[in-house]
């Protein structure tokens, strides 16, 4: 069967950094860290009080006053990266099929701003005390339905929860759609708000997160012997794919070609991934067979890298299986170094940080690498600055709790 192409012609961000692509990745490139304590709520008492927020957002700049004052801000970061993505892609809203047009945006929690107020109003206060919205506003699909309604989008349109994969889920499933015909536009990505007392307390204890209080600039270090867990980021990030017809139709500016992608578990343990890294192997292998690529083909990784004790260097493993001796000739990347790690949204953000990378032909560090594992030897890990390089075809991975892996694959679009 005659495969099509598909392309990315839009990209909208929420992050640590701003909402401004050129920003965002000029503070990748530069290897400025977005982490800094947590100023949104009373957190002198928590054993992590540091994450990588986002600041100075205005919901109403994407949504009705009295709408914006309500919705949790997962909402509103989903209506902002989508309406900005749209925006970059030139779409006209007046000519498109908009039966033909769905939206995909996940999340991993939903909106837990919304839950944490309404538990504490039952507790202290009355059940009657409960906004009206509370059940609307929690829930995962929100932010898509919502945008959907705004956007008057009537093709296929839900919410994937698969943790912190859930973005690359999102995106895979909506090449899908788009190529198996039931759509010819999709936004796709994810969003996550966790800037709140019942995140960092689950994280918290679950000893997930970093502790390291008294520098948190340098807390999120993939790969560093000293490593004790990942930094608590939040945003979002939504593409605009499209058929390749579609987009030449239009005369779109075209910024990289999605090639393919999979999805896969491993069936293993609840927070923890198959140490031998062999559950991620397969899913990466499934990817190259899904874009119709070699190994050899693929010189850069944007890497799922959390800075967590087990996931780093599963990861690594998994791509030594993969890749051999070709990794030498690879560059590899982790983008949660700098914003952290977004959860439901770190795909998204990630792969739009990688298709920058396109435009620019150059790759931002990691940060924070002081003391690397020895497992690192033999593999190109992008530290410190900035480099120059030429990316053909990159992989973005993602994995999460529940055993949940997903890789997405793009390339530099050729006519």
């Keep these: 069967m005659h495969k099509k192409r598909i392309v990315i012609t839009g990209m909208g961000v929420v992050s640590c950094f701003g909402m401004d692509l050129e920003e965002f990745y000029k503070n990748l490139l530069e290897g400025k860290s977005g982490v800094g304590p947590i100023t949104e709520f009373d957190i002198s008492e928590f054993p992590t009080r540091f994450g990588a927020s986002v600041k100075n957002f205005n919901p109403e700049k994407y949504l009705e006053k009295k709408q914006a004052r309500r919705v949790d801000p997962c909402i509103a ?13 030139g779409i006209d809203l007046d000519s498109l099929d908009k039966t033909r047009a769905g939206i995909l945006i996940g999340s991993g929690m939903g909106g837990m701003k919304v839950f944490s107020d309404g538990v504490e109003s039952v507790v202290k206060k009355n059940y009657r005390r409960v906004s009206p919205f509370f059940v609307p506003f929690i829930l995962t699909n929100m932010p898509g339905g919502l945008l959907a309604i705004d956007l008057g989008f009537q093709g296929p349109n839900y919410s994937i929860s698969t943790a912190c994969a859930t973005s690359n889920f999102a995106i895979v499933s909506a090449a899908n759609h788009i190529q198996n015909g039931h759509a010819d536009v999709m936004i796709a990505g994810g969003v996550e708000a966790s800037m709140n007392p019942m995140c960092f307390a689950g994280f918290g204890s679950l000893k997930a997160l970093s502790r390291n209080n008294d520098n948190c600039e340098k807390a999120s270090k993939p790969w560093d012997k000293e490593r004790d867990g990942f930094v608590m980021g939040e945003g979002a990030g939504a593409i605009v794919l499209e058929s390749l017809d579609h987009a030449l139709a239009r005369g779109a500016n075209i910024l990289a070609e ?11 343990h609840m927070t923890e991934p198959k140490a031998d890294g062999s559950g991620v192997a397969r899913c990466i292998q499934d990817a190259l067979k899904d874009a119709d690529l070699t190994p050899k083909e693929i010189n850069y990784v944007n890497a799922h890298a959390t800075s967590t004790p087990v996931g780093d260097l599963c990861e690594i493993r998994a ?8 990794l030498k000739d690879m560059k590899v990347a982790s983008t949660k170094s700098i914003i952290g790690h977004a959860l439901g949204a770190a795909g998204a953000l990630e792969l739009i940080g990688t298709i920058m ?6 790759i931002h560090p990691t940060i924070n690498v002081v003391n690397p594992e020895e497992e690192l030897e033999g593999i190109d890990i992008v530290r410190d600055k900035a480099q120059d390089f030429v990316i053909e075809n990159a992989i973005s991975n993602s994995f999460g709790f529940g055993g949940h892996n997903s890789v997405v694959i793009v390339s530099k679009y050729k006519p």
């Design 77 to 89: 970061y989903a209506m902002a990266a989508g309406k900005n993505a749209l925006e970059q892609s």
């Design 357 to 362: 990378a396109f435009a620019k032909d150059k």
């Design 258 to 268: 999605y090639k393919g992608g999979s999805m896969s578990c491993d069936a293993h």
């Design 319 to 326: 791509l030594k299986s993969v890749f051999g001796d070709h």
